[in-house]
């Protein structure tokens, strides 16, 4: 898969910490592609945190909702992962992804065409 994105922010916080990750989009990630967050856990498989398909739909992990935030400013060509009151179980390595048929699957994301080299999350006491 080519990597052509750049995440960062990542790092260790308590349970009921925040962070923040950013993703640097390549310039010719357009409104038309999709854009997302995914994360993988140890010993399990990677799935979908919040995308953002074409059209501006906006969908989120039952999981994480009212708890995690995903934006893009479309001027610096940048995508946001807010992640509030952190768990345990979000420890993970997170990846942002993209792909140009406009549509991040969450279950099946194998097939998405641009991708980060992921940032280590860990809550952690």
């Known amino acids: 898969q080519a990597q052509v994105l750049a995440e960062s922010g990542g790092g260790v916080v308590p349970p009921g910490g925040s962070l923040a990750l950013s993703c640097r989009l390549s310039e010719y990630i357009d409104a038309n592609y999709c854009v997302g967050w995914y994360r993988q856990a140890p010993g399990k498989k990677r799935g979908g945190v919040a995308t953002?398909?074409?059209?501006?739909?906006?969908t989120y992990l039952d999981l994480v909702k009212g708890r995690f935030s995903i934006s893009k400013d479309n001027a610096k060509n940048i995508l946001y992962l807010q992640m509030e009151n952190l768990k345990p179980e979000d420890t993970a390595t997170y990846y942002c992804?993209?792909?140009?048929?406009?549509?991040?699957?969450?279950?099946?994301?194998?097939?998405?065409?641009?991708w980060g080299q992921g940032t280590l999350v860990t809550v952690s006491p």
């Open positions: 953002i398909d074409r059209g501006d739909v906006v």
């Open positions: 992804a993209a792909d140009s048929r406009g549509y991040c699957s969450f279950e099946d994301p194998g097939y998405l065409e641009i």
